[in-house]
């Protein structure tokens, strides 16, 4: 079974940084999306960045461009979010999550839009102004 869960959260104040990792178990193939979403209260989920695991393009929502990096560690198997230049708007759970392989071939940019198959529990990222 597919785990997902991510880690880092945290309060800082606008213009900080902050990095989430996240760890994906379970899976028998080592090719599929994994990405960053996010939803703040009373807002709709977000996609944020998005990667493919066998190496590729990453896709980015425009509101993160320039200050949000997606990495991954292959040898361990973590996936990274580097946000710098935070925004109190940046407030809201990021959830970690990763599709099915082969859900969207090696182009992972649809999943910012459709989503993925397997999630995180979240963990919130709270900016001040």
């Known amino acids: 079974q597919v785990q997902v869960a991510e880690s880092g959260g945290g309060s800082v104040q606008a213009g900080g940084s902050l990095r989430l990792s996240c760890a994906a178990s379970g899976y028998t193939y080592s090719s599929f999306c994994m990405g960053w979403f996010r939803q703040a209260p009373g807002k709709e989920r977000e996609g944020v960045a998005v990667i493919y695991t066998g190496g590729g393009s990453a896709y980015y929502a425009d509101s993160v461009k320039g200050r949000f990096t997606i990495s991954q560690d292959i040898a361990k198997g973590t996936l990274y979010l580097q946000m710098n230049m935070l925004k109190p708007e940046d407030t809201a759970m990021y959830y970690c999550?990763?599709?099915?392989?082969?859900?969207?071939?090696?182009?992972?940019?649809?999943?910012?839009?459709?989503?993925?198959?397997?999630w995180g529990k979240g963990t919130l990222v709270t900016i001040s102004s």
């Open positions: 999550a990763a599709s099915s392989p082969y859900k969207y071939g090696g182009s992972c940019g649809p999943a910012l839009d459709y989503g993925m198959d397997y």
